[in-house]
């Protein structure tokens, strides 16, 4: 038995009409669709001789072959969706992992040179409890225990709760940290979400990491005055100054792209609150938040001092005040190089001309890294570039080369984890 990629097709139009409807998937995690999906995958999984199953307390399902060598090869996915979801996203990477352990098992009689262990992260999404990166970050020990402690659902059920039913105890679920004792290489293999690679009209991509966020809101404060008798020199208008950003940040992030083999940074102006917020009124106060996101750390400071200096500089210009909070942030997630070659050889060896590109969305490969595992992901394209919808689509023979590619990197790092014994 070799490599079979159109059983992965196969197996994921399977799970998409076991746990999909009309508007799309409907795996949210905690829920009995998403447990209907995890008994698919445990079914599969048996069926692959010498393979052990069990979940880890933060509800990490694990399948484990063996090795000669204690050191793990680690494929990960998410089986989990958001309600009304594509068929792709995140399962693509589980149920390829499946086949490539069928592969494995079968090839090297149930006994491969390392050990290769397949991940289906717990609650990817965060749809329900808007908590993303639930397993892999309580894995990788950066969940935050008192925020994540306090959520709750719609419904307000909380989180704690709703992972009692699923058998697990909320206050253990960092001890799944053990799991990551023997990982010596990680990969995920995930539907790009964007249309990058549809526009460069390529199969697969290499991710070099995922960005690092600086998100800001940013408050314009002038002088409310009335609209038909304030000459127009004499206004102190706080939307004049924050209007001003607006095309600036389109010029910042272009600049953020310029040097050596650098790839670009995205900033976005996504919400405009204006006081009084009358017609008949010059803007007295603008708040606007500005979200912000590069690979290099570096770049990511130069982007926002940048923002910083012409948000100064507008609000001189106008004769108005601003003050800056910060939102949120987090740093920059930086892939391993060696498997960023390996992923690159891998996509060429298959046939197709390979692409280097950071990814915007975070993704469980992230946590993985910042636990200190060498990491590397591969995108396959994104038909329209779009997820978390039910249009989301990958034209078929894009899935298959996905998975010949993949199984290719699982080769390559498998070799790569051997020679480090
Ligand atoms: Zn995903």
Not at 235 to 251: G, H, Q
């Amino acid at each position: 038995m070799s490599l079979n990629p159109k059983r992965t097709v196969a197996d994921l139009k399977e799970l998409r009409s076991l746990t999909g409807d009309d508007n799309g998937a409907q795996r949210v995690a905690f829920t009995p669709t998403w447990a209907k999906a995890r008994a698919f995958l445990r079914e599969k999984i048996e069926k692959i001789p010498g393979v052990e199953i069990h979940n880890d307390e933060a509800g990490n399902f694990w399948a484990t072959l063996q090795g000669k060598s204690e050191k793990a090869l680690l494929i990960g996915g998410h089986i989990d969706s958001v309600p009304n979801g594509g068929w792709l996203d995140g399962c693509l990477d589980t149920l390829a992992g499946v086949e490539i352990l069928r592969r494995i098992a079968q090839q090297h009689k149930g006994k491969p040179p390392v050990t290769i262990r397949l991940v289906d992260w717990c609650d990817e999404e965060g749809a329900r409890f808007g908590k993303s990166l639930f397993g892999s970050s309580a894995c990788s020990g950066k969940i935050d225990m008192n925020e994540t402690r306090e959520l709750k659902d719609k419904k307000g059920i909380r989180l704690v709760d709703a992972l009692k039913e699923h058998g697990i105890d909320f206050e253990k679920v960092k001890d799944s940290g053990k799991e990551l004792k023997n990982a010596t290489a990680y990969i995920e293999l995930h539907i790009e979400q964007g249309p990058v690679l549809l526009d460069l009209n390529l199969p697969l991509g290499t991710v070099l990491g995922t960005f690092g966020v600086e998100r800001h809101a940013i408050t314009f404060r002038g002088q409310a005055a009335h609209s038909g008798s304030t000459p127009m020199h004499r206004r102190r208008d706080a939307f004049l100054a924050a209007a001003k950003m607006s095309s600036e940040i389109y010029e910042i992030a272009k600049r953020s792209g310029q040097g050596p083999s650098r790839t670009g940074g995205v900033c976005t102006i996504g919400s405009c609150i204006t006081k009084p917020g009358i017609v008949t009124s010059v803007v007295e106060e603008c708040r606007i938040t500005l979200d912000q996101r590069h690979l290099d750390a570096q770049a990511l400071q130069q982007m926002l001092s940048e923002a910083k200096s012409a948000s100064e500089k507008f609000a001189k210009q106008g004769n108005v005040e601003v003050s800056w909070e910060r939102i949120w942030n987090i740093e920059p997630i930086v892939f391993s190089n060696q498997l960023i070659d390996f992923c690159d050889q891998a996509i060429s060896e298959s046939g197709t001309k390979p692409h280097r590109m950071p990814s915007g969305p975070l993704h469980d490969a992230a946590e993985v890294a910042r636990a200190g595992v060498p990491t590397v992901m591969m995108f396959v394209q994104s038909l329209r570039g779009i997820s978390h919808n039910k249009i989301e689509d990958t034209k078929e023979e894009h899935l298959e080369l996905a998975v010949t590619a993949f199984n290719k990197l699982a080769d390559k790092a498998m070799a790569w984890v051997a020679s480090d014994m």
